[in-house]
């Protein structure tokens, strides 16, 4: 089993930063694919930012220049610096990752979310 945590979250002015983390945990061997997708109010869920299987890094159009995600392996972490922050990021961020576990099995784990509001 493989829990993923985000954390950091809150609520801030516009203009202002938040960083988000996110830790994977339990019987991990590898995170591949890893990243942050966000779910807007009465909107669908869409990617932030990811770190795709071959170690490459894809933004959303939106959050480029803006937004900055890192990962340290050694930890099965991964944060999301998000700066210039404006209201339309207000939503729930969701760590997403794509895990081998010990057994040699992948599966894909979602976190449970982190509620980020950007007030005007």
């Known amino acids: 089993q493989v829990q993923l945590v985000e954390s950091g979250g809150g609520l801030v002015q516009a203009g202002g930063s938040l960083r988000l983390s996110c830790v994977a945990s339990g019987s991990i061997f590898r995170l591949n694919a890893v990243g942050w997708y966000r779910q807007p109010p009465e909107k669908q869920r869409e990617l932030v930012a990811t770190f795709t299987r071959g170690g490459n890094i894809i933004y959303a159009n939106s959050v480029k220049g803006r937004f900055t995600i890192s990962r340290d392996n050694a930890k099965n972490t991964v944060w999301l610096q998000m700066n210039s922050l404006n209201p339309e990021d207000t939503a729930i961020y969701y760590c997403?990752?794509?895990?081998?576990?010990?057994?040699?099995?992948?599966?894909?784990?979602w976190g449970q979310g982190t509620q980020v509001t950007v007030s005007s």
């Open positions: 997403n990752a794509d895990v081998t576990t010990l057994r040699g099995q992948t599966y894909e784990y």
